[in-house]
């Protein structure tokens, strides 16, 4: 591991615009102390597995107090560290050791909801009706002659109506109030100046302690349409390519942008300026870019990237037009295969690719297909390489760099995706993609908890011993070696990262593209093996043939 500080990427001012950051989905990353669940210290202990790899940055999913109705992402206070996860004492001397080893570290916050338990939703629960308490959330009297029915027919994204009603201090039926989740996730009331001073003193609260910025949960949700129409079944998010304009009552509304740039002040306060990232389901690349305006956010996923199949022709369409897109507003793209939410991209990419639909990404999406799992590895990889040689940052999901799968066979009764439930089972969740981390190949949890632990929170696959970290460490092809060997590459090469590319002409199963003289980037989506222009093999995805070719499904990095 001879990468060295010096090389950095996160060492510019504006780091964000190239970094490679890893996410750690808490739960599941290490745990420390031994009950089942990955804690701080768990994270802290493997830093330097971490810098290892060569990441420029980690983004921490929810780590706050929350009665975890869905896994941390329902807040009870965004100031303090969930006690199953350590303490704030503990957070800062990770966050501490993290910029030691010259690792920045971005965190998450959940603007859109909170928890039920947080003490200004029990204050409106207290006051009653009609109260000022009551205003700093989003609570109706329901329809129909009774008021039980709900204010409006907007829908979870989780399943079912978007209202919970409330009970009166007397017992009688009450009002309803907005979750857009699950019921234990009140939506906050955006229109109040309470909301958003108590948010921007949160960033503050985060950004003294040394944090680099935010990942901002739901980011397009918070702003309402306050006529509160009906969505009459409105599609949303549009499938990309879309030229449809929708006015969605909850999703997109314009005036969320408003929220942004205030934020975006409050960023700059810092030097050196801090960054947000967006997790913003638009569907439009264009509405996408628009949060991404010189004076709103630094960066935001781009998931119409992580949804296309592993086809040459729309991957070229989906890398223009987040590229041009994203070159409007002068923004960096930010590409991302997936993430705590989303089927993992080796089961995906198993599938027949022909087969994926616009907005497949669930593992309930996948799993009717037939799955072969060598081809859905070798296209991860040549997936992850062709997106860390593009313009523009990236993101790792943790065990991404091991080539997990989804765990596809969790037993119904063990899964504790909230999705599950609220869709009557249709929906098999997102617990598939956080499943305990393998560390080593030994061990009744693969190294994820001490031995003699409490069981894992979910069930880890007996598989995965073979892709155990310890397993692959310093085995030449392994998914983790070619990680550290990609990553490693990416922080010598100064035309990687934020920057332009250029197309090679090249046949229609392959993808080439050059940035600066002197690299080129190859992709063989098709059948038969190809030839390589002269050059220097820096990094490749998988072996080429004997012959020196680049097979099926596998990328290479060269030096021309
Ligand atoms: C985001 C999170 C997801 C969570 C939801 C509600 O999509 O990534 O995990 O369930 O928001 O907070």
Redesign the pocket.
């Given at each position: 591991m001879s990468q060295t500080l010096s090389t950095r990427r996160n060492e510019t001012a504006e780091w964000w615009r190239s970094a490679v950051v890893y996410q750690v989905y808490p739960r599941s990353f290490a745990d420390s102390n031994g009950d089942g669940v990955g804690d701080v210290n768990g994270i802290r202990s493997k830093l330097p597995y971490l810098a290892a790899l060569g990441i420029d940055a980690v983004w921490i999913?929810p780590w706050y107090p929350s009665p975890m109705k869905?896994?941390g992402?329902?807040v009870s206070d965004y100031r303090d560290i969930e006690p199953i996860f350590g303490t704030l004492a503990e957070a800062d001397a990770m966050v501490a050791e993290a910029h030691a080893l010259g690792i920045k570290v971005i965190i998450?916050i959940?603007p859109?909801?909170t928890s039920d338990q947080h003490v200004l939703f029990q204050q409106a629960l207290a006051a009653g009706p009609g109260s000022p308490e009551r205003e700093r959330f989003i609570f109706k009297p329901g329809r129909g002659p009774l008021g039980d029915e709900p204010p409006t027919d907007w829908q979870s994204?989780?399943g079912g109506t978007a209202w919970s009603r409330t009970t009166n201090p007397d017992g009688t039926p009450g009002d309803w109030y907005l979750r857009?989740?699950?019921p234990e996730?009140p939506d906050v009331n955006w229109e109040h100046p309470d909301i958003r001073a108590e948010f921007e003193q949160t960033l503050r609260f985060w950004f003294d302690r040394g944090v680099d910025g935010f990942r901002i949960?739901?980011a397009h949700g918070l702003v309402k349409d306050q006529s509160f129409p009906d969505e009459d079944g409105m599609p949303f998010p549009l499938p990309l390519g879309t030229a449809e304009e929708v006015n969605h009552p909850h999703w997109d509304q314009p005036r969320v942008h408003e929220i942004y740039r205030a934020w975006r002040k409050v960023a700059d306060e810092y030097t050196p300026t801090r960054a947000f990232c967006g997790?913003i389901?638009v569907g439009r690349s264009d509405r996408l870019a628009a949060y991404l305006r010189p004076d709103e956010l630094h960066t935001a996923f781009n998931f119409d990237f992580l949804m296309t199949p592993w086809l040459a022709a729309p991957m070229k369409a989906v890398i223009d037009e987040t590229i041009n897109s994203h070159a409007a507003v002068g923004a960096p793209p930010t590409w991302v295969l997936g993430?705590?939410?989303l089927c993992r991209p080796v089961s995906r990419y198993a599938r027949p690719q022909e087969l994926v639909q616009p907005l497949d990404r669930f593992l309930s999406h996948y799993l009717p297909h037939p799955a072969d799992f060598a081809s859905g590895l070798r296209r991860a990889r040549a997936a992850a390489l062709m997106m860390f040689g593009l313009p523009g940052g990236a993101y790792v999901y943790q065990g991404e760099e091991l080539g997990l799968p989804e765990a596809e066979a969790i037993p119904f009764a063990a899964l504790q995706d909230?999705?599950v439930v609220q869709s009557g089972g249709e929906n098999l969740g997102?617990d598939g993609c956080r499943v305990p981390l393998p560390w080593t190949s030994a061990g009744e949890t693969y190294g994820f908890s001490p031995e003699g632990a409490e069981q894992p929170w979910l069930p880890q696959p007996t598989a995965w011993a073979d892709l155990a970290a310890d397993t692959q460490d310093g085995q030449q092809g392994s998914t983790l070696e070619f990680y550290r060997e990609a990553l490693r590459v990416r922080g010598q090469r100064a035309e990687l990262g934020d920057g332009a590319m250029t197309w090679i002409t090249t046949p229609d199963d392959v993808l080439a593209y050059t940035r600066g003289e002197h690299f080129q980037c190859w992709v063989n989506f098709g059948d038969a093996p190809i030839s390589l222009p002269e050059g220097e093999i820096l990094v490749a995805s998988g072996e080429l043939t004997a012959a020196g070719l680049l097979p099926r499904d596998t990328t290479v990095w060269l030096a021309v």
């Open positions: 999913s869905d896994a992402y329902d998450d959940v859109n909801h994204a989780f857009l989740f699950t996730q949960d739901v997790e389901w993430n705590h939410d909230p999705l997102r």
